[in-house]
């Protein structure tokens, strides 16, 4: 009997291992041991000490274990091996090489919400999206949505302008408006939720994104079966089912609003129908559509990835580029000053030539994701080996994984790396360094897509607040933690004042 007890729980052991862990190959397992990392026990290797940590403390751990193994870092988590790259050399061979473009196995946590979006896809999936995607972010159709940022950005600043001279912790205010901005110029949609915070479809995505991040620190429930049977996996499901059934809805009703206009201009040429001047990213993929090139579930997915790749990095950028400029009244001075010498009438709208001539804005923006990239963490699966310089080989089967954060705070790169200093980035600094040692877009085949857009977008709402108001930043620079939640988040409110100039 005692022996049936102890076969059965074996076997039960052993299914879950190989249910909950990942099995590397031999091949992988041998190559990969020959890079210097810290030992980990045996199967678990080093997921103890990691879910130890607080969110807060992730990045520095990953930091001290790539200053302890330099260069680069073999880590063992629940058979998972990942390897570490700091070097810009290193980076550049990873990101830049066209045959392993597979995301890690952390972004499994991700795909309930995005499916096979363009974040997630791979192979030829992803080659043909890419394609396909990548004119719908031409320049001319990015202008088209300048106004709509601006207006949103307006927005925002009479808002924090109404709140007088009270402390304001921008960071909800500012994801609230970037997810109208998305909403607005991805769905075309005005979802509002500046002004009504506790809308449904803003508790799921905030919810659904906290839950994502809790499952890829825990790579134990990245098994669908698993995480299903915790509450988490239930509330997960219906807050999922909720954004799913939110974009569905958006884009059946914009499918017949086509077909109604359509049927308007071929029935009454002299109607006064006004058909929408500008096109949102859904109207572009619907045209696809019509075309037969996308399905309702292919459509489904990629905007459901722009909204969320779309909404929370941009919001980032835009949060810590204000604190650190309401830190930094010197550096803010010198912002105003060119914004006011660029649009001197505060009334003009703005235009892509007006950012274009912003050259210390380009700085203070590229500086500030310096220190704080909205995305710390990037990764890939390797289908094929690696060799680096030195002949270090990382094998098919590794996790490689790049940390910007890291990277950037490379104080042999960036001296005093954590000063906020935006002249590292004057033309004469930038040439001297390795085009991989910045990196907050990523780089190569698979880096933003939506890098110009974003650019955009921090910077019409820079100039917008700017062009009204001063911030000063009450948050201490040494009270501000920082956690990897997908996007970089930080753990304390972001207090700051405005005062309208
Ligand atoms: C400051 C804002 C942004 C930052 C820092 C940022 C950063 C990144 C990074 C680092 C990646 C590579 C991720 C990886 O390889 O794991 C990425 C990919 C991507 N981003 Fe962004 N992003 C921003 C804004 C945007 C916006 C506004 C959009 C859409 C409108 C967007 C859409 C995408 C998409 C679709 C991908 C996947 C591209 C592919 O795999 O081919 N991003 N982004």
Redesign the pocket.
């Known amino acids: 009997m005692i022996f049936e007890i102890l076969i059965t729980l074996v076997i039960l052991l052993f299914t879950l291992y190989f249910y909950a862990t990942f099995i590397p190959s031999l091949r992988t397992y041998f190559m990969v041991n020959k890079i210097h990392g810290p030992k980990g026990l045996p199967i678990l290797g080093s997921a103890l000490d990691i879910n130890k940590l607080k969110y807060n403390e992730i990045l520095e751990y990953f930091r001290s274990q790539t200053r302890k193994y330099p260069r680069v870092t073999l880590i063992w988590l629940l058979g998972v091996p990942m390897v570490f790259l700091d070097e810009p050399e290193d980076v550049a061979e990873v990101l830049g090489n066209v045959s392993n473009l597979d ?2 196995v952390e ?1 499994i946590a991700i795909q309930p919400w995005l499916k096979e ?3 997630l ?1 791979t192979g030829e999936k ?1 080659h043909s999206r ?1 394609k396909l ?1 990548t004119p719908t ?1 031409h320049f001319r159709l990015l202008e088209e949505n300048l106004q709509s940022m601006e207006r949103h950005a307006q927005h925002l600043v009479n808002k924090l302008c109404s709140l007088g001279d009270k402390t304001i912790d921008i960071r909800d205010y500012i994801i609230l408006c970037t997810l109208d901005v ?1 909403c607005d ?2 769905m075309g949609i005005e979802l509002g939720a500046l002004d009504n915070p506790s809308l449904k479809y803003v508790k799921c995505v905030k919810s659904v994104g906290e839950v994502t991040i809790y499952r890829m620190q825990n790579l134990y429930l990245h098994r669908d079966w698993l995480f299903s049977l915790t509450s988490l996996g239930k509330q997960f499901k219906k807050d999922l089912a909720e954004l799913h059934d939110f974009t569905t809805k958006i884009i059946r009703e914009r499918k017949s609003e086509r077909r109604n206009k359509v049927n308007k201009e071929e029935n009454n040429q002299n109607d006064d129908f006004k058909p929408r001047k500008r096109k949102a ?1 859904l109207d572009l993929l619907l045209e696809m559509d019509i075309e037969h090139k996308l399905t309702e579930a292919d459509i489904r997915e990629e905007v459901d ?2 909204l969320f ?3 929370d ?2 919001a ?2 835009i949060t810590f580029a204000i604190y650190l400029l309401g830190l930094h009244q010197d550096v803010q001075d010198k912002l105003i000053e060119e914004i006011d010498s660029i649009i001197p009438d505060k009334n003009e709208p703005i235009t892509r030539q007006h950012l274009n001539d912003m050259k210390y804005m380009d700085q203070v923006v590229k500086e500030s ?1 310096r220190v704080y ?3 710390p963490y ?3 699966l390797f289908t094929h080996d690696i060799k680096l310089k030195g002949g270090i080989v990382i094998p098919a089967g590794a996790n490689v994984g790049v940390l ?1 954060y890291i990277m950037h705070r490379k104080p042999e790169i960036y001296p005093e790396p954590e000063k906020f200093d935006p002249e590292r980035f004057s033309p004469e600094n930038i040439s001297s360094r390795h085009p991989y040692a910045y ?4 780089a190569g ?7 110009k ?3 955009m ?2 910077k019409v709402v820079l100039a917008t607040l700017f062009k009204s108001v001063r911030v000063q930043s009450l948050t201490k620079r040494e009270d501000v933690t920082v956690s990897p939640l997908l996007v970089l988040r930080s753990d304390v409110p972001l207090n700051i004042k405005v005062t309208p100039r």
Do not use: D
């Open positions: 995301k890690g972004y979006g363009l974040l896809s992803w890419r995607l972010f998305m110029t991805a990213f990835t722009f790749e779309g909404h990095t941009t980032a950028a994701l990239p909205s995305v990037i990764s890939r910007p990196i907050p877009f990523s085949p698979r880096n933003c897509i939506g890098q857009f974003a650019l977008e921090i």
